[in-house]
């Protein structure tokens, strides 16, 4: 078996079982049901806010740490919060605990980061395409399976919701220990970056050399400059302070050069208020449900939902890798129409009294956000240079979370000015969305006026259309070197 295959395969473990979860889609039921935990819907809305807060605050430098401490201490640290969030899950009583769970819970989530960009970092470019694909099947498998087995076990009572959650706990204690196993990463893309990676497959990935650093790194290092500089590099000897600077260096390269490309910020503005709203909705959907349930008397059937909705998103989302319409002509368009169609999900789900409609309407919102999601990061990493990949999604993903944590000081918060009950939450997410469609309508409507080029261009690309990512990124680079 090759290297790379090895070690793909290794992460895919990991990441397969972390996903086994049982008791995640039934935790509002759980945490509101009078045989556990009794709390009420204020309560349910305290405890998820804390993790939206923390949440922020915990990946603005989760980054950067996994990528000091090189991917594999932090993939450990992922395991072993998921530990600690499901022993307070299972053994917490109080509000507060419940919060302090939230909070290592949202650590769990930040460190995701480690899992998903520990791969890059250990095989060569030309594998990219091949190991995003096994991580993503492996979460997609994981999340699938997850959900089919929570439900059989419900719908059978072989066990109850409590009893779910010691599956999550032996699941994530078993991904804890594989983790110990996965090879470690000698290089990183920032502190750790392997320097002699300069070009792959005929694109620059910009790993550029110490000797091309500011003048005062060479200072600091040494006055006979380059030469001392590469030998350092070699022998692993530079300080923090030197590899922090270099760090930072390549950081702001990285931002500079993505965030100065319009059609970067377009599809990145999409990926983070549509991110925003998805994570809502995951958060506060059973609330709704809890409540269809008690007034219809169903049984819930979460757990096959979950299954439906991950398959289904996946598949489209692979789909996707097989369609070539051309998104600059249709970009906007489509993001505006799957907005819309995302806030009339929402105003339903919000309004329905009957579980058919509320799972219906909910699979077809997460497939939507699910396709469109993986467009729009396609649309954004044709753009980014290869090593660059880890820090924009990670700042689109802050920016999601800033829009988060505002909307849910504004809309959920019982302090705050609106603290509406979720059904109201649930219309005010539909509007949300209706108003960034119509945003991207307007968007589309520009490009048709005054973007005669744009529109004149073909729907459908050629079969080569794989050159494009190349010509697109070296493209940005003259763009914002004249």
């Known amino acids: 078996m090759e290297t790379w295959l090895k070690y793909s395969l290794l992460l895919c ?63 450990i640290l992922e395991g072993m919060f998921a530990i600690i969030t499901w022993s307070l899950l299972i053994w917490g009583e109080t509000t507060f605990q419940m919060q302090v769970m939230e909070v290592f819970y949202s650590f769990f989530w930040a460190t995701e980061v480690a899992y998903y960009t520990y791969i890059y970092a250990q095989v060569d470019a030309r594998h990219y395409q091949k190991v995003t694909s096994h991580t993503r099947a492996a979460y997609l498998f994981g999340r699938a399976f997850s959900g089919i087995v929570s439900q059989i076990l419900v719908w059978t009572n072989a066990m109850d919701y409590y009893q779910l959650n010691f599956l999550t706990l032996g699941a994530v204690c078993f991904a804890t220990v594989w983790a110990l196993f996965i090879p470690r990463v000698k290089h990183s893309i920032y502190f750790y970056r392997d320097n002699k990676r300069k070009e792959v497959d005929g694109i620059d990935n910009k790993a550029v050399d110490l000797s091309e650093l500011v003048d005062d790194i060479k200072t600091v290092t040494s006055p006979s400059g380059n030469d001392f500089i590469d030998e350092m590099t070699e022998n692993n000897k530079i300080t923090i302070y030197i590899r922090s600077k270099m760090a930072f260096y390549y950081l702001w390269d990285d931002f500079k050069t993505a965030y100065t490309n319009i059609y970067v910020i377009k599809w990145s503005l999409w990926w983070a208020f549509a991110t925003c709203g998805f994570f809502q909705v995951l958060n506060y959907v059973q609330l709704i449900w809890q409540n269809v349930i008690e007034n219809s008397g169903e049984k819930l059937q979460n757990g096959i939902v979950e299954a439906a909705y991950t398959l289904i998103g996946g ?46 309407c909910y699979v077809c919102y997460g497939v939507l956000y699910h396709t469109m999601i993986t467009v729009a990061n396609t649309e954004v990493a044709k753009q980014l240079r290869e090593d660059s990949y880890g820090l924009i999604f990670g700042v689109n993903m802050f920016v999601a979370l800033v829009f988060q944590s505002v909307l849910t000081i504004i809309v959920v918060d019982e302090n705050g000015p609106l603290a509406l009950s979720p059904e109201m939450q ?51 680079d003259q763009n914002n070197s004249q």
């Not at 990946?59 to 990528?67: G, K, N, P, R, Y």
């Not at 970009?331 to 929402?346: D, N």
Request: proline share 2%; glycine share 8%.
């Open 315 to 360: 598949a489209t989302s692979l789909g996707c890798g097989w369609l070539r319409f051309n998104w600059q002509v249709l970009g906007e368009s489509t993001l505006a129409l799957c907005s819309i169609i995302q806030g009339i999900l929402l105003i339903i789900i919000a309004t329905a009294d009957t579980m058919a409609v509320e799972y219906i």
């Open 426 to 476: 649930f219309k005010t997410y539909g509007g949300y969305y209706l108003v960034l469609g119509i945003l991207f309508g307007f968007a589309a409507l520009y490009t048709v006026i005054f973007k005669r080029e744009t529109c004149n261009a073909k729907l459908w690309l050629p079969k080569n259309s794989e050159s494009l990512t190349s010509l697109s990124v070296g493209e940005t």
């Open 13 to 75: 473990v990991f990441g397969f079982v972390k996903e086994l979860r049982p008791s995640e889609p039934f935790v509002t039921h759980y945490l509101t049901d009078q045989r556990w935990k009794n709390f009420t819907e204020g309560d349910i809305e305290s405890i998820f806010s804390t993790g939206t807060y923390a949440y922020l605050i915990e990946i603005a430098f989760v980054f950067l740490l996994t990528d000091f401490l090189r991917y594999k201490p932090v993939i």
